[in-house]
């Protein structure tokens, strides 16, 4: 990768400027727009396409933790669970249920939530595996909210694989930026699909 610019047409001229003792480009000629683009895709590949079930409605709630009593259940899952029903119930289509943060194991022993720092379930949600196959019964995919602060669990591993940013750009030492460690399998950018 070279620091560069270029301009493309300006003045009936294109010219190219990197600092770099070397560079390799292709010129994709057409002449059709159809013809550029079949010729761009089997360089670079194709856009790939979501999930069919991605353009379906997907619901969120912001905190499992609240109204248990209100909605008649005694723990976090069991409030997906009701959730996940209540659409059936309702016929209200639904492709997934996303979690929000927090849905991890507390920031400390007074539990005071940190939420998603340990990329865990807390003990709310007492068996996250059988959520997760019965939403998958009911036709529904489960999303779990992430972001790019780490603590907990997390920042521990991020320090040791040296992932942290180098300025840690908050006051609050809790909250530390981590740049993103090796790909999770099925992250998709700021949620993960189980």
């Known amino acids: ?56 409605s997907i619901w969120w709630r912001d905190d499992n933790h609240d109204d248990w009593a209100a909605q008649g259940v005694t723990s976090s899952q069991a409030l997906v669970i009701k959730d996940a029903d209540n659409l059936r119930l309702h016929q209200i289509p639904a492709s997934a249920i996303w979690i929000d943060r927090p849905y991890g194991t507390p920031l400390n022993q007074s539990g005071k939530s940190g939420g998603w720092g340990n990329m865990d379930f807390d003990s709310t949600f007492p068996n996250p595996a059988q959520m997760i196959t019965d939403l998958n ?21 991020a320090k040791a694989s040296n992932y942290n940013f180098a300025v840690n750009t908050y006051t609050d030492s809790r909250r530390r930026m981590c740049a993103s460690p090796p790909p999770i399998a099925g992250s998709r950018g700021s949620w993960i699909l189980l």
């Open 1 to 56: 990768m070279a620091k560069g610019h270029y301009t493309v047409a300006v003045s009936n001229k294109t010219s190219f400027n990197f600092d770099s003792p070397q560079l390799q480009y292709d010129v994709i000629y057409g002449p059709a727009y159809a013809d550029i683009l079949g010729r761009y895709n089997s360089l670079a590949g194709p856009s790939v396409m979501p999930p069919v079930w991605a353009f379906d």
């Open 137 to 157: 019964t009911r036709g529904m995919k489960l999303i779990l909210w992430t972001g790019n602060r780490c603590f907990n669990q997390l920042l521990t591993e």
